[in-house]
């Protein structure tokens, strides 16, 4: 819906212009930045003329509801276990009360501005405005600040206020004070020695093929992980792949990884296209992605007939987070969104701030409500996240810190230790939930005073889980390479929930929905990864140890054993 001015707000304005401006009212900080992201320098004040795009994220009008809600349908143990929102009953949790919607509404037509009500719950409101208008609204002081290593500029503010009537209303208004390092697709080591082809393995129940120490293939995973070759049967269970950043998925490269790693299924096993915010797929040599095609060939290739979708976010969206925040608002507008859905990108936490961090977490309560599964990779830099090495504090990747996700580290070797680049610690936004509270208190004591100071022992504790991570063979250009990266364990992870979901649904139960109570209640159903560690900061982070850790969560997949834990 689109808001008019009234005459009335027009007259204001008329009036404030010829020289008595209104009275303002007190205003209240909402959000600061003390230091700039490494990479980044101050250019000084933005053109006055140049135009934001703002959107301003209303308060729920019950977010510890939504919050209870989702922890009752995702605890084993609670008799509504299973029992997933529909679309209308998380609405009534997420949407915005008509008085939130009203004082927010009124103060921007106050202000002169006219704005569009958005999201699937009504729950943003957008709106342009030069910047001479943005720094006058939130008391702010727009800066242009550029990126030297990818020569690219942001305009921001390092803080800005609300009316204090508002403090209540607002959870978040972007973009402000967020500062994000542009992406880069996450897989740390490409093609540097294309191996030849691993050799046409045999899998046996109790044998991995010797060959997945140095490489890494869909019969490996299915030897390692016990997941199974046969075709899952329900064409309801969908598998969600996000493509951001341009990276576009190859159906020509899929097929031969299909021909080459997967001879029992037809190689011509595809995908679907959806986007959102432009978003498209274009075939072609050059138009290949690293790290969408190996999303898609370690879905496609491992989630054996579950149907697979590529949703692919477009960049009609700014710098990238806000294809974040449409992607949450693209499924939540469908009746039957992917009971799963696995992503390979992130940002360094403290580069989204507090505020839209917390905004963006929370949006994925709303899909895990409904019975989504969502994944993320926990990312590629070890403790320092995307820092540079000599960082003085710990970093950690976010939506891997959000606690409403499942945060997948890497593993590499047979047998499984961590892989030293998972990215893994504590969140300074977010607090511990009580699912993992025993888990992490049993590893912060093991762990002693090592690293004290450089993270938050209060903070929700990530990864959740683990995948292999490294030596992966893809297909990418046509040829075969190994590629490294928790970018890979995500999906694999991913299409394991998926086949689960697969024989629920066949048996007449509800998908897993929201894992992490399931996965904390259940050790048994993971393989304990006890060894590696993932160094940065010139520290050697965090160590693996029997139970979880902040490197590969409670560890890998055994799928037998989740079969089993689901209760099948
Ligand atoms: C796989 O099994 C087939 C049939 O038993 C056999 O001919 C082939 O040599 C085996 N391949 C490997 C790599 O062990
Ligand atoms: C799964 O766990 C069971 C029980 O510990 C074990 O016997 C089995 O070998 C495991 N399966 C795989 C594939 O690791
Ligand atoms: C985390 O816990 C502290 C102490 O209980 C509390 O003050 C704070 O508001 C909590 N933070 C969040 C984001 O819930």
Redesign the pocket.
């Known amino acids: 819906m689109r808001f008019c001015l009234s005459a009335a707000v027009l007259a204001t304005v008329v009036l404030g212009a010829l020289g008595s401006p209104a009275p303002r009212a007190a205003m209240r900080l909402h959000e600061k930045r003390k230091e700039l992201p490494s990479g980044f320098v101050n250019k000084g004040a933005a053109a006055a003329d140049t135009m934001i795009d703002m959107r301003i994220a209303l308060k729920m009008a019950d977010r510890d509801g939504l919050e209870a809600a989702l922890f009752d349908v995702s605890t084993p143990s609670s008799a509504n276990y299973g029992k997933h929102l529909t679309k209308d009953e998380v609405k009534a949790f997420a949407s915005p009360s008509a008085e939130t919607l009203s004082t927010v509404s009124d103060w921007l037509s106050a202000e002169g501005i006219a704005f569009d009500v958005g999201g699937s719950y009504d729950n943003w409101l957008t709106f342009s405005v030069p910047v001479s208008k943005a720094n006058e609204l939130l008391d702010a002081s727009y800066e242009t600040f550029l990126h030297t290593p990818t020569d690219s500029s942001q305009v921001r503010t390092l803080a800005y206020s609300l009316p204090e009537a508002l403090a209540g209303h607002i959870n978040a208004v972007y973009p402000t004070t967020s500062i994000v390092k542009p992406r880069t697709p996450g897989p740390v080591r490409v093609f540097d020695a294309p191996p030849s082809l691993a050799a046409d393995v045999n899998v046996t129940a109790d044998a991995v093929p010797a060959s997945c120490s140095s490489t890494i293939t869909p019969a490996c995973l299915q030897a390692l992980y016990g997941i199974p070759a046969t075709p899952a049967t329900q064409s309801s269970n969908h598998l969600g792949v996000s493509g951001y950043i341009s990276q576009y998925a190859q159906k020509s490269d899929l097929t031969r990884f299909l021909s080459l790693l997967r001879k029992d299924i037809s190689s011509s096993t595809s995908f679907t296209l959806e986007t959102l915010d432009g978003g498209s797929n274009p075939q072609g040599t050059s138009y290949a992605g690293i790290e969408a095609n190996l999303d898609i060939q370690y879905t496609v290739g491992v989630a054996t007939g579950v149907p697979v979708y590529f949703i692919s976010v477009g960049t009609n969206n700014q710098d990238g987070v806000s294809g974040f925040i449409d992607i949450v608002d693209y499924l939540e507008a469908e009746d039957a969104p992917p009971q799963v859905l696995t992503t390979s990108y992130g940002f360094d936490e403290a580069d989204l701030g507090s505020s839209l961090a917390?905004e963006i977490c929370d949006s994925y309560m709303t899909l895990g409500a409904r019975g989504v599964s969502v994944l993320f990779s926990s990312g590629d830099g070890g403790v320092s996240g995307g820092q540079s090495q000599s960082c003085r504090t710990f970093q950690g990747a976010f939506p891997g810190t959000c606690p409403y996700i499942t945060a997948v580290g890497g593993t590499v070797n047979v047998p499984e230790t961590a892989v030293d680049f998972s990215s893994g610690g504590f969140s300074q936004?977010?607090?511990r939930t009580d699912y993992q509270a025993d888990a992490v208190e049993a590893y912060l004591d093991t762990l002693g005073s090592t690293n004290q100071g450089l993270y938050v022992a209060?903070g929700r504790g990530f990864p959740d889980v683990a995948a292999m991570g490294d030596n992966v063979e893809i297909v990418y250009q046509g040829q075969t390479g190994l590629i490294g990266g928790t970018s890979a364990s995500s999906p694999i992870f991913a299409s394991v929930v998926s086949l689960l979901n697969d024989q629920l649904i066949a048996a007449g139960k509800s998908p897993l929905g929201f894992l992490n109570p399931w996965v904390y209640e259940n050790p048994q159903a993971f393989n304990d990864i006890t060894s590696g560690s993932n160094p940065g900061c010139n520290t050697d982070g965090f160590p693996a140890v029997a139970g979880w850790d902040p490197v590969t969560g409670m560890g890998t997949p055994n799928f037998s054993q989740m079969l089993a834990a689901a209760g099948l």
Do not use: I, L
Request: glycine letters at 0%; a neutral charge; charged letters at 0%.
């Open positions: 917390t936004y977010f607090n209060t």
